[in-house]
């Protein structure tokens, strides 16, 4: 993926808040302190918080190329909404991007829990088929989506040779050349590439939960679905809260593999274009006042995304303390 | 229970056993198929694949190999990814171990606002601020340099990196460093000869988890490099499939050289990956 903040992100919650034995003792003079943490915090803030910052208030002043010009108000917003091409491409690369997670909850992550689900149970291979599964994780999202247009590809690429070959060439499909079968595929490929993470990431919650609780549910004559259901469910919670803001970020902020399959446009006909390609264009391929508009847009995809993301998390822990 | 339906039971159980793996290993052949083809293809020319797409290499040659290196930049983009990539990590790494100390070992005022400022890094969308960070970079004279993309890039990497290392540093006990300091030992020989080499796993852990998205990163060197003499192997991918277009052998060969490095951490180091993915989540 990209510079991955955004893989990385809310999994702070669960680290346990606990202080050593002799922790916070003797803490060494002002001095020395800064001398540890200000290289960190120099690079961290000059090169990462402080341009995001910035991003605000860019926001709401005039471009011209890389000169600032005067305070423009929400004029940069409303051209957002209102510049043709912008007006048609940008709410239709949302919808793409709501669309993509949907997919990807759908497939991707319901596959990681079925996945982690056989895994915990099974004995046979299962270190190495964990591995297997999480291998294409470490792909770049542009090498797996150039992989997959050649696989695709309609005259040339294997998957439609092999539907030719047992007779199902009705089947052969221009799978990417498609609008109504391009974003659809791109969703299963980048299915292919994730699906390992949210397994993982159910494993080690499966694993958290005291077998005990399995034990008496099986006494009580439990089958195994009501298992699944009433007990390793609701205590999955804090984890399927994780793998879904994680998810939804990941999806909002998709480029790589989306430039790799539809172009820098989302072809065919924008049918694959997604904001993270709208916004590339807009900063980098737009017109003179391009940083300003970009910049705008910029705010309304963090706030889009954080927000979200913060409502989510907040949902699902008050989810959890109604189980509780 | 009698005993005809424990032996329809049993049975039953065995067919939903059986079909679970054959569910599970039919998976992993969706998984590794395409990457085997990848390699089956490298190994053959172009005319063969465009022949028989699902034929095995019988013959292998490097030679796509040697074409995708030579011919088509792979081995000024992989230098490049090499240089920029560790430079990052180390970068990144070095200050964040040196932060981490502190924030996790001692209570200060501020200190615990402080961790929570380079934890919020974890949560931020950071490609958004690229119209302000371009206009930085262009006022140091940075872009199209490597070491613009380099400072960058560490920066980014921070935030996970202390997230994982403050934790670390907060579990070790507190009776060596105050032996050692009885014995005179300051701040600096306590952190580099105590504590830095208790914590080389979360390093490992640190160091694997920031070289692969920043191997594989393609929009900074998209945006910030100009010059082809600088660029990293995502972007001169893009170069290379509109070149190289009707070559798929060579296509092939240079999605393999672009991967390789990666292959090999994750045979080195599977269990930092692993440990990276589930950081937080226990076990």
Known sequence: M????TSTSPRRNKRPRRRAKGVGQHAPSWPVIALFVLPAFLLYTVFMVWPLAQSFYFSLFEFKGLARGAFAG???????????????????????????????????????????KLLYTSRFGKRFLQ?????????????????WSLILNPLFGPINQFLRMVGLRAWALPWLG?????????????????????????SAGLTNIPDDLREAARIDGATGWQLFRRIEMPLLLPVIGIVTVLTFIGNFNAF????????????????????????????????????????????????FIFGVSMIMLRYFRHMEEELT | MNLSSTSSLRARAKISDLLVH??????????????????????????????????????????????????????????NSLFITVSAVVLATAVSALASYVLGRYKFPFSNALLAFFLAGLMLPFRLAIVPLFL????????????????VYAATGIPFSVFILSAFFRQLPGELSEAARIDGANEWTIFGRIMLPLVRPALA??????????????????????????????????????????????????????????????????????????????K
């Open chain 1, 131 to 147: 591995t297997v599964y999480i291998l294409p994780y470490l792909i770049s999202a542009l090498v797996v989506g150039y992989l």
């Open chain 1, 74 to 116: 929400l004029r940069n917003f409303h051209e957002l909404f209102t510049r043709y091409p912008l007006n048609k491409e940008l709410p239709r690369a949302f919808l793409h991007n709501v669309y993509f997670f949907i997919g990807t909850m759908l497939v991707q992550n319901t596959l990681g829990l079925l996945f982690a």
């Open chain 1, 256 to 303: 790589g593999l989306i430039w790799a399959m539809g172009g820098p446009n989302g072809e065919p006909g924008g049918a694959t274009d997604v904001l993270g390609l709208v916004f590339y264009r807009t900063a980098f391929r737009g017109g003179v006042d391009a940083f300003g508009v970009a910049s705008a847009l910029a705010v309304l995809m963090f706030v």
């Open chain 2, 205 to 282: 852990t640190v160091v694997v988890f920031q070289f692969v998205p920043l191997w594989n990163d393609f929009f900074f060197p998209l945006v910030l490099l100009r010059s082809t003499s600088k660029w990293t192997l995502p972007v001169g991918m893009t170069r290379f499939f509109g070149e190289f277009q009707a070559d798929w052998s060579t296509l092939f060969a240079g999605l393999i050289i672009t991967t390789l490095p990666l292959i090999v951490i994750f045979l080195l180091a599977t269990k930092q990956i692993i440990a990276g993915l589930t950081a937080g989540i226990g």
């Open chain 2, 136 to 151: 930085l970079l262009d006022h140091l004279g940075l872009i199209d340099s490597r070491i613009g993309l380099i400072l």
């Open chain 1, 178 to 202: 498609d609008p109504a079968t391009a974003l659809p595929a791109i969703i299963l490929v980048n299915a292919w590439q994730w699906v390992g993470f949210p397994m993982l990431l159910f």
């Open chain 1, 2 to 5: 990209t510079v991955s903040a």
């Open chain 2, 22 to 79: 054959v569910l599970l290993w039919g998976y992993a052949a969706v998984v590794l198929l395409p990457l085997l083809l990848v390699v089956n293809n490298a190994l053959r020319p172009t005319r063969d694949i465009f022949r028989h797409p699902l034929a095995l290499a019988t013959s292998p040659s490097f030679a796509s190999f040697v074409k995708a290196w030579e011919k088509a930049n792979f081995n000024t983009y992989f230098f």
